[in-house]
């Protein structure tokens, strides 16, 4: 059996030149096989909002439902770091609701927890949540739970002065004590300058191949989410067609009387079938 990882483990990866992987889980089994493949951290994304819930952002997601899904994927990992994205609003108000929001994932089994943007306010929270004993990764470049001030889909980090503005925050991010930094839609070239700069690993969610760690949504990964690909996520599967496919077959199969078969059906012993026949009114 693989050594647990930690965030310790994520940090020696990086000191070793090494790279790390990561991938979106929203349920059990996902999660265990996901695992099972060896990869290194299981995020619980806010992006179930849209792949598993159908909304159209990331906005609706509340602590409640953040809850019930990092229980269902920490149950299925042995070895993967476990990482709850949290909600929009969850840790925005204050620290003390921060602090008690961000440590009910960890209650459910989540190993740390991931929050998004760069301010005064969000340092403060996450020396907190340090404090505390919650690692916590952080988000820049593109932050979808801020979609509505930026504006739209938009890639971050395109000159020199606005990817040494991402730096600058990552610094502070760094400072205030993150194991990690997811840096989204940030151009390879920004990512390599902010990467090359820090001490904690970076993580690349389209920012390219010199980032540390790598994250795809399992959706787009296993070819599940079909509304729209984001150009960075590579498809490694058709599971739309494979589901169906099975879901046209066994409509099929019902209709035509090929299901169910003998096979998988119970069957009442010769005693019990006599006794029922014999007392068959008619
Ligand atoms: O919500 C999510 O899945 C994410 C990753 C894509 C980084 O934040």
Known sequence: MAKKI???????????????????AYDYSTAKYIDEAGVDVILIGDSLAMTALG?????????????????????GVQHALVVTDMPFL??????????????????????A?????????????????????????????FTPQFLNTIGGYNIQGKSFETAQKILEQCKHLE???????VLEMVPEESAKYI???LSVPTISCGAGKYCCGHVIVCDDLFGKFSDFKPKFARRYGDMKSLILNCAKQFNEDVKNGSYPSDDEVFKLSEDELKH???NIQI
């Open 90 to 111: 969850s840790y925005h108000t204050d620290i003390s609701t921060a602090v008690k929001n961000c440590g009910e994932m960890i209650k459910q089994g989540a190993n």
């Open 6 to 24: 930690t965030v310790r483990t994520i940090q020696k990866i990086k000191d070793n030149n090494e790279k790390f992987s990561m991938l979106t």
């Open 113 to 141: 927890v991931k929050i998004e943007g760069a301010d005064e306010y969000i340092y403060e929270v996450i020396k907190r949540l340090v404090g505390c004993g919650i690692p916590v990764m952080g988000h820049v470049g």
């Open 55 to 75: 909304y159209e952002t990331t906005h609706a997601i509340g602590v409640e439902e953040m809850k019930i899904f990092t229980k269902a994927v920490a149950k």
């Open 195 to 197: 990467t090359d700069n």
């Open 276 to 278: 029922l026949k014999d």
């Open 175 to 181: 400072h205030a004590g993150v194991f990690s930094i």
